[in-house]
């Protein structure tokens, strides 16, 4: 199979068909027993395993939250971002609002506040990192399986949001 730039590829399949294997060879987590890996007509074997990570952006269904606060989750990928581009990052993802009724807004601890945001604007915390990652290719792995209907909603604009100008794989069941 060939991706070309801009192009979206949805794998289906029932669990255990291989879904996640393709998922794991791209990054590089173990080597294909056969056949090749081409990234710009070249053998990933010949990139550093660190530069393929980091430009692949990996979104899976269990949402995983650092010890702490919104901005820290989102400079755990990205030291470098500003607080003014989170913000932005957060209103392109429609939970800026609710971010701001929070206590302390966006300094406000997540970690030790479990209850505090729902399982769909959690995971839209893992759409925010994508997207202060900036990178080339995103893996979204049944980020919807267990939303409710207004969580898939949200999830739906973080979908488009985040694979703009992206090349996308999406592993679904």
Same mark, same amino acid.
């Given at each position: 199979?060939?991706?070309? =730039?801009?192009?979206k !590829?949805? *794998?289906?399949?029932?669990?255990?068909?291989?879904?996640?294997?393709?998922? +794991?060879?791209?990054e590089?987590?173990? $080597?294909?027993?056969?056949?090749e890996?081409? *990234? #710009?007509?070249k053998?990933?074997?010949?990139?550093? @395993?660190?530069?393929?990570r980091n430009?692949?952006?990996y979104i899976?269904?269990?949402v995983q939250i650092?010890? #702490?606060?919104?901005?820290? +989750?989102?400079?755990?990928?990205?030291s470098?971002i500003t607080?003014?581009?989170i913000? $932005?990052i957060?209103?392109?993802?429609k939970?800026? =609002?609710? @971010?701001? %009724?929070l206590?302390?807004?966006?300094?406000?601890?997540?970690? $030790?506040?479990?209850?505090?945001l729902?399982?769909?604007?959690?995971?839209i915390? %893992?759409?925010?990192? @994508?997207?202060?990652?900036?990178?080339d !290719?995103?893996?979204l792995?049944?980020?919807? %399986?267990s939303?409710s209907?207004e969580n =898939?909603?949200?999830?739906t /604009?973080?979908?488009?949001?985040?694979?703009?100008?992206? /090349? +996308?794989?999406y592993?679904?069941?």
């Amino acid at each position: 199979m060939q991706v070309g =730039e801009n192009e979206k !590829v949805a *794998i289906i399949g029932k669990t255990g068909a291989g879904k996640t294997t393709i998922t +794991n060879l791209l990054e590089r987590l173990y $080597e294909p027993q056969k056949g090749e890996i081409y *990234i #710009n007509k070249k053998d990933y074997k010949k990139y550093k @395993i660190s530069s393929i990570r980091n430009k692949i952006g990996y979104i899976m269904q269990e949402v995983q939250i650092v010890p #702490n606060t919104i901005i820290d +989750n989102i400079k755990y990928v990205n030291s470098k971002i500003t607080k003014e581009k989170i913000v $932005e990052i957060f209103k392109q993802l429609k939970l800026h =609002e609710k @971010i701001m %009724s929070l206590p302390n807004g966006y300094d406000t601890n997540i970690y $030790e506040n479990t209850d505090i945001l729902s399982t769909g604007e959690k995971q839209i915390i %893992s759409f925010a990192r @994508i997207m202060a990652m900036n990178v080339d !290719v995103v893996i979204l792995d049944e980020v919807t %399986s267990s939303l409710s209907l207004e969580n =898939e909603a949200l999830i739906t /604009n973080a979908i488009n949001e985040v694979t703009k100008r992206k /090349n +996308n794989f999406y592993n679904c069941t």
